[in-house]
């Protein structure tokens, strides 16, 4: 959670006791959050690095992840827990490309048809970066949503940095179609330009 603001100082005089003027702690606070996840909504070129854990067709995967975008570009790795490269993705205007280590490379116009081609699950392009930071693609509140439902999957805030920044910290992505999936983020770093 974001740090509380600090309490109005007590000044004593003469007279009564008087309270320096300014907001309320809890609307000073809730100011805070608001322009953070702003901050965090509007920025175009950002990159984390973290931890996963996936869950699919009876299938787990655990590992090391990469993500970089400047709005336009994109390159995304996929590391072995201990830290081996197994893909990298890159995001372009002519489209995604998806090399693995096995020499294996895919093209296509979009990173979700690659995505389902891999994996079965459908997640829409352009939603990915806003739920990395735990924003959905639609802007519709602009406090911090812990959890929300769209184009199929409920995207699930656990845990948020508390440097004031509103990144997430720890998230859960779950396809409603398939329940007994889930990708758990663990989002270690976090540099924005």
């Not at 007279?15 to 509007?42: F, I, K, M, W, Y």
């Not at 570009?73 to 197994?86: D, K, R």
């Amino acid at each position: 959670m974001l740090a509380a603001c600090s309490a109005a100082l007590l000044l004593v005089g003469c007279a009564s006791p008087h309270r320096a003027a300014g907001p309320a702690p809890a609307a000073a606070a809730a100011r805070v959050a608001d322009q953070a996840v702003e901050r965090l909504r509007s920025a175009e070129r950002f990159a984390l690095t973290g931890r996963f854990t996936a869950r699919h067709d009876g299938q787990q995967l655990a590992g090391q992840f990469s993500y970089r975008t400047d709005g336009a570009n994109t390159v995304a790795e996929v590391f072995s827990p201990v830290g081996t490269v197994l893909a990298r993705l890159t995001v372009d205007a002519r489209g995604a490309t998806l090399a693995l280590t096995d020499g294996t490379v895919r093209n296509d116009a979009s990173v979700a048809s690659l995505l389902e081609q891999f994996t079965g699950l459908k997640v829409r392009d352009e939603a990915l970066p806003h739920w990395l930071r735990g924003l959905p693609e639609a802007h519709t509140a602009m406090a911090p949503t812990d959890r929300f439902v769209e184009h199929g999957w409920a995207v699930e805030v656990l845990t948020r940095h508390e440097d004031g920044s509103a990144t997430p910290r720890r998230m859960r992505w779950q396809p409603e179609a398939s329940p007994d999936s889930e990708i758990v983020w663990v989002l270690d770093r976090w540099v924005f330009d």
